[in-house]
């Protein structure tokens, strides 16, 4: 596991994600690898380049997109004209030479206003704010609907690929039929 070694000084390191100058302090242990366990103030693991704070918000994001929504998002970035870097949390895209971070965001609109779920990461030259709508429809409605797909029927020949987005109309009224009554 690990070992012991004395502790140093803390010293200040710049984080490689948000590039703000932050402390980090050698706790005196060493992982099995020989690589060294290091700490903030707050007694906060280092991961690597990231610091602390960059660590938690990455992990909290890549948790919070799923993979439809990543994406989703990686789709828009293409269609805009960037070239995809990396699609690791926080995604890595190029356009023109010049390199991009995107962050990721959930948002949502409360009486005409967008509310972002967190704080902005630092370190990101955009975000991608994701917005979740919900449509309500009968079985009627959706069996007549265009290009719809049931992913995960059992069936080979329902599923959808992963990169594949089902689309929507953009009215969906019940059926008078379908209301109970």
Same mark, same amino acid.
């Given at each position: ?5 004395? $502790? ?5 390191? *710049? ?103 967190? @704080? ?23 069996? *007549? ?20 987005? *089902?689309?929507?109309?953009? @009215?969906? $009224? ?8």
């Amino acid at each position: 596991m690990t070992t012991q070694h004395s $502790t140093t000084e803390p010293a200040l390191k *710049v984080c490689a994600y948000c590039e703000q100058e932050k402390v980090r302090i050698w706790s005196g242990a060493k992982l099995k690898d020989g690589s060294k366990v290091y700490f903030d103030h707050k007694h906060q693991r280092w991961a690597g380049r990231r610091c602390p704070d960059c660590e938690k918000s990455r992990v909290q994001t890549a948790v919070k997109c799923d993979r439809f929504a990543k994406a989703n998002i990686l789709r828009e970035l293409e269609s805009k004209g960037f070239d995809i870097v990396s699609s690791a949390v926080p995604i890595k895209v190029r356009k023109d030479g010049i390199e991009f971070t995107v962050g990721m965001r959930r948002a949502y609109m409360d009486g005409g206003n967008i509310v972002i779920e967190n @704080d902005l990461e630092a370190g990101v030259d955009m975000v991608a704010l994701v917005f979740e709508t919900v449509r309500i429809a009968t079985p009627g409605q959706i069996a *007549v609907m265009p290009n719809v797909k049931v992913a995960g029927a059992g069936q080979a020949g329902h599923q959808l690929p992963d990169d594949k987005m *089902v689309s929507r109309p953009a @009215d969906v $009224t019940p059926d008078a039929s379908m209301v109970p009554g």
